[in-house]
């Protein structure tokens, strides 16, 4: 069975930063590419970074030099660290997994106050 849990979501001021961890369990970690998508209120889900099994990382346009993406195959566990948050950053923010079939984790809430 596969399982994402996304973890340290929170409440941060403009200009903060938070780190999201997503632990993996039911997969094969270090032959997965990883990703971590966000859904802001009345929008549609985006696409934030992604990581591939040999670290090659993808940014979105919106995060690029803010966020970074990484790995811990050890733990099977990849994170998104954020920086410079900004208010349009609010988002439920989801941990994937991609492939012939997209896994995802239940999201975390990040609220970025101006």
């Known amino acids: 069975q596969v399982q994402l849990v996304e973890s340290g979501g929170g409440l941060v001021q403009a200009g903060g930063s938070l780190r999201l961890s997503c632990a993996a369990s039911?997969?094969?970690?270090?032959?997965?590419?990883m990703g971590w998508y966000r859904q802001a209120p009345g929008k549609q889900r985006e696409l934030v970074a992604t990581?591939?099994?040999?670290?090659?990382?993808n940014y979105a346009d919106s995060v690029k030099g803010r966020f970074t993406i990484s790995r811990d195959n050890a733990k099977n566990t990849v994170y998104l660290q954020m920086n410079s948050l900004k208010p349009e950053d609010t988002a439920v923010y989801y941990c994937?997994?991609?492939?012939?079939?997209?896994?995802w984790g239940q999201g975390t809430q990040v609220t970025v106050s101006s």
């Open positions: 994937n997994k991609g492939g012939p079939v997209d896994y």
């Open positions: 039911g997969i094969i970690f270090r032959f997965s590419t």
């Open positions: 990581i591939s099994p040999g670290g090659n990382t």
